[in-house]
T-cell receptor, first 116, second 115 residues
Framework: AQKITQTQPGMFVQEKEAVTLDCTYD???????LFWYKQPSSGEMIFLIY??????QNATEGRYSLNFQKARKSANLVISASQLGDSAMYFC?????????????FGTGTRLQVTL | GAGVSQSPSNKVTEKGKDVELRCDPI?????LYWYRQSLGQGLEFLIY????????KSGLPSDRFSAERTGGSVSTLTIQRTQQEDSAVYLC?????????????FGQGTRLTVV
């Protein structure tokens, strides 16, 4: 089974609108962390936001918020007031801890295109 | 610089040759990850280091791939007898700790082309 699933290969959103990028995950560990990264065409990986499995509130960072639904094992990224510069690939990732080891697994990504 | 540094940034090699890719993580970061990203695809996990040990090598695609880390710092990913399907961007990331809310910081990657 896939650890991280991003079912939207591509998304379009108009400038200034909000958009939700879906992410579901699979783990049996009670302690884990969820991350979102942005990868523009330049190729760099930019950290956006983090949600811990024990966090009671949804994480927010500026225009980014994470809609964390633990029971559904989903961690959707919400981008408000989209800007042209938001056009990029977006990756959801999960970190699991297995004693001394830590593994950071990424989904296949969603390509977001912001239009005028 | 303060970021993760990877070298070379680009590498073109002939099929069958060996290549070494280098990653210099952020000073003090104990966790180090290697990923492979084919054109337009997601990040494929290769190997993870905690200090100098590699508790998770599950992602190495074949025995042609190996990696080491010395002094808890620099890591080298070696691909022997390169094949055309090895062509990809190889990304390295480091993290201060192995857990918690510490995000992984990525290097700019090495673009490997096997001709």
């Amino acid at each position: 089974a896939q650890k991280i699933t991003q079912t939207q290969p591509g998304m379009f959103v108009q400038e200034k609108e909000a958009v939700t990028l879906d992410c579901t995950y699979d783990t049996s560990d009670p302690s884990y962390g969820l991350f979102w990264y942005k990868q523009p065409s330049s190729g760099e990986m930019i950290f956006l936001i983090y949600q811990g499995s024990y966090d009671q509130q949804n994480a927010t960072e500026g225009r980014y918020s994470l809609n964390f639904q633990k029971a559904r094992k989903s961690a959707n990224l919400v981008i408000s007031a989209s800007q042209l510069g938001d056009s990029a690939m977006y990756f959801c990732a999960m970190r699991e801890w297995t004693g001394t080891a830590s593994k950071l697994t990424f989904g296949t990504g969603t390509r977001l295109q912001v239009t005028l | 610089g303060a970021g993760v540094s990877q070298s070379p940034s680009n590498k073109v090699t002939e099929k069958g040759k060996d290549v070494e890719l280098r990653c210099d993580p952020i000073s003090g970061h104990t966790a180090l990850y290697w990923y492979r990203q084919s054109l337009g695809q997601g990040l494929e996990f290769l190997i993870y280091f905690q200090g100098n040990s590699a508790p998770d090598k599950s992602g190495l695609p074949s025995d042609r791939f190996s990696a080491e880390r010395t002094g808890g710092s620099v890591s080298t990913l070696t691909i022997q007898r390169t094949q055309q399907e090895d062509s990809a961007v190889y990304l390295c990331a480091s993290s201060p700790l192995s857990g918690g809310n510490t995000e992984a910081f990525f290097g700019q990657g090495t673009r490997l082309t096997v001709v």
